[in-house]
Structure formats: structure tokens, C-alpha cells
């Protein structure tokens, strides 16, 4: 291991050492910047793709499953997708200096609480290379300095990419040392990385359960866990049932393989009966595998039995585990139980109910008659995201600009003292 | 270790089972609870002092100096002081249910953003007993569990206190859990609590440089890193030297052993020989030995040359390092590179000067003609405080109320999906 601490010292040192550069620039340098960055992608998509066909034909050379290589692979028509995410991430509001708070204080002195940069983010991801572009647009755009650490498959790709918007750093007379990337791809770079505390003020996992866990875990410097979502709808008693149905079917199956889809459906007895015959209707036409309670069981035709595991499961997949309970209360404590505070929704018709609901369910986003499907940094108007957070420090749920800022207080006066 | 792993899971697991039931208080019940726990607390004196007896004289067999013992030792008249504290907060507006944000989105969805509770928060601290009663009302008020690890010096009071806290509670038919004491003296508690990241939701560290680091490197629960402060007073070119003086004199000497005190003193090479003599007299007057660089040394009689670990030092002493530099820039970047991000001050009649430091400053609270002993939540109109956050996630400086909550979406609609 200690064959890469010098070099993961010296990058994450760099990247601290200009921490304060990002602050001296204007937003118009920044958006310049980010523009510019785009468009270098686009001129420099040859490079780029050739970068990437290296890691593509490796990749498939080792035995890559399709559905991977489709989310390392890119071509020009992708490329010019990512330019695109850069210039409306440079479009959107400057969450910079915005004034938080401004009072005075009976012995004179004014206090502002203003927003400013988190200072170095550590971004650690998997397989798909356009979040290299994506993470240095948002971090760069809220005056944060970047160190990505990719993954193993994509280091060619990221690396061109991030040479690329370095070198319109640099034109700028901008310290490239504002975007750094590990390049090491031993997997003992993230475990090192992950302990640079005194460099690094925020750490930001993006990918699947297991790395995430493994951040959370092994991190010495603050992190942000986002994503993973076992997300629930309930059917209550009062609910509206055609409404139901298409919540339900656009929750699970608009897209299988997302946080925000839902992985578990929990039924109010009474209207059980309804809603069963319903349910088995849309598992056979949209192929969905049930794993049914012992009260549901009956009525879902080639339901399997739900264990334990299956409740507290974030399937990624055409699975939906069925839990009948007798009464709202059974419902909140069932999903608080297992759910893991991303995105749970109540269908009902009775205000009291879904509010009841809205505020003893622990998520991040609470649901009344709308899909689980819009926890999301765009569908929430925020213009951008670099993940959903599931914990409650800093920031919950989508994560914007503003969520990559934190904040001062300026405090002037004409000599007070205490 | 594993003795104590049953004991703790046991503690936090219970903590964490009540979470919800602090969110079924409403304000009027928190408030009620928090005066009567007031009340209780003085009129069961008798038994909390024959505790503190226990502690105090075990701490004096055991050799604690007198400072110390102070800070342990408890009469009537501090639990009336401790008892007035939780009135106090108990007085303060309610955090939450606060909108922070309602919009409605083209598809006719309103999200509307919440402050809710945390959750569970764990305090780990050391010997004052005033803590325990402290950290109570302030999670309380804000809707939260609290686990709390107090020192081993004060265990005796600490579960005197709580006894008598959870004793209100039960008469309220509001579940004790959500006060829990850690009561094991043994140090490894500390470690296998903070390992507990399934029950609980945040942990702050209350006391020294060695404990907060401790929690820092151990904790796998969010942490929020409180109270090293190596605060700054620079005096400008253009300062007005009497306030300059008066400054120095408040942050240096008014309270020598507080995060929030000035450590170190850098001058501007223009105003040195004006300065310099005025530091002598004050160094004199107050005691105060000087650490002082080469330039400063020779005009200051009696200072001793500052070393490296002097301009980085947290002294909480009638100490100060003296550091001379020739022009803003250089004190922007001396102070960036030996501060611990508390809080820094400018003394200058130069706005532009002024507005520079405060901006590029990477510190909490950064003054301008103000004395940095300002940075607590009582100075700051917060009306409380858990402790003064030197981390940039989540809370930054004083933390009251609200810095004790979390947010959370409520999403309204009719039926949309995506």
C-alpha cells in the first residue's frame, strides 16, 4: 500500500494548495471556464474516443458484461451529450455569495452568514465516464476544488477527459491542480485516498450498494452517503385504486435499475381485495417477480413468499416484495423498518392520512399521490445533480450546487469587544 | 471489548427504537417537559450533590488538580444555574417544522423542504456534569434521542442527572429511552460507541484537542468536529492602533482558556514600529509571554523565538506568537496555513483590505474590527449552544437549534408520474 501514499499524498496536497484559487474567480471566469471545457471535449473528441476504445476493448477482453460496457463505452454523439450537461450546469445560478443571513446585534456588530465553496470534494464512482466531466462541472461551478477517483475500467477515458479540461485550465492562467484524478487503479488508491482527512473536506461516493458501504465504512473524511434506495408505496385504505395503478407501475417499472424506483409495495387490508387482483394484472404484463407475504400469497398467482431479506431488498430489477398490514400505523413502522430513507409514497384520498405519513416517515423525500420516480435533482428544479443523499447530515436527498456549499460569517464592526 | 458490545448495542438500539416518538411531541409538550425537568432537578439536589461527593472526593484521592475538580464540583447554586440553562432553551423558538422551502413544479407537484430532527445524537465529553443537562435540553427541544458518553470523573452526577431527567419523562408517559447515559467508565466504550453508525445519526465531541481528534479518527457515525480554535488577530497597515489594542487585549486575556481566544498576533511590516512597543507594554501588563519571529523578536524584551509548532499552536495560555509580514497577502496566506478554520480578525480602516480578508480568510468566523470571543451561540443571538463546528459539512461555527436538525421533502400531488 504504501507504494502509492507518496503520490496520492502529493496529488491531494496539490489539490488543497489551490483550494483558495477557485474563490478568486468571478462566476463569469467560471462559466467562461466551464463553456470553454465543453467545447475542448467536443475538439478533442478523437482523442478522447481513442482513450476510450482502449479501456472498451479491455474491458471486453476481460469478460465485461454488455450492460457495463454500454455505460463505459462513448462515442461522438455521447461526447457531445457531456459538453452539453457542462454548459447547463455553467448556466445555472452562481450558488457563491449568496447572503444567508444579515442582522446586527444590539452592540452594533453585523453578522452575514454567507455561502462559500466546501473547499477539496473527493468524488469516488465506478465504470461510466461521463461522471468525470459531470463532477468537475458541479464542484468547479460552486468554487470546489476536484479529485476524482474513477474507476479501474475507465482510467483511459478519464484521463483524456480530464487532460482535456485541464488544459483549458491552464489557458485560462488557471491552476490545472483544481481538477486532480488518481490514476492509480490498484484498489488500494481508494482505501488510501479515503484517509487523507487533512486535504480533503468532503467525500462523495457514487455508485453501487457495495461501494458506498465500503466508503462509509473506511472513510476518515467526511461523507456524503448517497443512493441507495429501497423505496416503498402504500396503498392506503382510502387511496384512489386507478391512481394506484399507475403509481405503482410508473414507480417499478419506468426504470428498473434507478434509486428512486420502488422495490416494495405495502397493501391496507381493506383494500386488499381490490387491489390484489390489480397487482397480479401488472406483474404479468410488465414481467414483474412477486415476493409475496403470507396474506398476499394467495391471491398473486406465481408469487414466491418474501423473507425477511426480501422487505429490506433494493432489488435494481423487475422484483417487488407485497406486505398487507391492518392499519396505517402497521405501515409506518413496517417502512421505517426497512426502508433506507430515500423516497416512500402514500396513496390515499384522506388529508389526514398523508400527512401522518408525511411526517412519521424517515426519508428523505416523502410521497403523497406523486411516483417515488422524481426524487432527482432536476425533476426537484435544481438543474443538476451529483447524487441523492440518504443520511441527514448537511444535506438529504437530491443534491444540487447548493448542496456542495457551505458557509461563513463575516462580522464587522467598529472595535467591540467582550 | 465485546464485554461492553451488548451493553451499548442494547443503549443505542432502544435510542434509536424512540426516535420517532420525540417527532409526536409537539412543541408545548417539549417546552413543558424541559421546565419540569428544571424544576426536578433542584428540588432532587440533595440527591445529585451526594453523587457529585462521590465523584469529587474520588477525584481528589485520585490526584485531580484543583482547576479540574472545579470543573466537576457541583452546589446548589450551579444546579440552579444548570437548572435556569434548561429553561432557557426550553424558551427558545421551536426548530421545527420550519417551511424552508415550497414550490410547485410544472407538473403541478409542490415540494415543500421541512426541518425535522436528526434522529439520535450522540455526545461524547468530558468532566463537567452542567453537560449532561445541557446536551439534553438542546436535543430535546430540536426533536431528538440523546446518547450520552460523559467522562468517567463525573459518572456518579451524570447518572444522578439522567435519573432524574428520564424520571420526568416517565411522568409525562413519554418513553425514557429517549434520554440514554452510556454508564460504563471503561475507556473502550468510547470506541465501540462510536462504532454504532446503525443506531445513531450524528456525534458531536465536546472537550479537549486529543478527545475531538479521537473521535475524528475512530468514528464511523457522522461526526461534526468542534472547538480547536488557533484564532488570529492581524492589524493591518491602515488599522486605527488603539482598537487594535483593545482587540488584542479582549481576544488575548478577557477568557485564555476558550476556543475562541487569540492565539497568535500578525502585524503588518508598516505598522510594527508603531505596534511593536504597545505589545510590549500589553505583554508586560497582562503576562503575556511572546513567541516571536525574527523581525519581531529583537523590539520585544523578554519574548522567546517562535518556532513552527509556535505559529500552529492552540495555546489556551497566557501565551501568543508574533508573526511580522510585509504585505495583506502574506498575512492571508500565514494565517490560512496555520489556523484550525475557527476564527481569524482584521483590526483596519481599509474597507477594501478588510473585505479581501474576511473573503479569502477559510475560517468559520472571520471579523473585521470585531474581537474574535464573539464566535459563540449566545454572542450570535442563537440563544444556545452545543459547540462551535470548525468542519465545513453541515454546521459551520456556533451551532444552536437548529444546527441540531435536518431537513426533509414533502411532496404533494394528484397522481403524477414520470
Redesign the interface.
Known sequence: MSDYRDEIVKICRAAAAV??DC??LDESSRVKILEEAAGALVSNAKVILAANEKDVSKARSAGMKEGLLDRLYLDEKRIGQIAEGMRQVASLPDPLGQVLDD?T?PNG?R?RKISVP??VIGIIYESRPNVTADAFALCFKSGNVSILKGGSDAIYTNMAIVDTIRGVLEENSVSPDILQLIPITDRSAAALFMTM?EYV??LIPRGGASLIASV??NS?I???ETGVGNCHVYVDSDA?LK?AK??L???KT?RVGVCNAAESLVLHKDIADSFLPVLADIACEYSIELRADERSLPFLKGAVPASEEDFAAEYLDLILSVKVVDTLDDAISHI?RYHTGHSDCIVTENAKN?QRF???I??????????T??TDGF???FGAEIGIST????A??PMGLKELT?????????????
Open positions: 483550494r483558495g474563490l478568486l442582522y446585534r456588530m453578522i466546501m473547499g482527512r473536506d468532503l462509509v465504512e476518515r467526511p461523507v456524503i384512489d391512481m399507475e403509481i407501475i410508473n414507480a419506468s421505517n398523508a408525511l411526517t412519521e424517515d426519508s428523505a423525500c416523502v410521497y403523497h399521490n406523486v411516483s420516480r422524481f425533476e426537484f428544479g443520511q441527514k447530515l448537511h438529504r436527498g457551505s458557509y461563513k460569517y463575516e462580522v464587522t464592526g467598529t472595535g467591540q469587544v467582550r
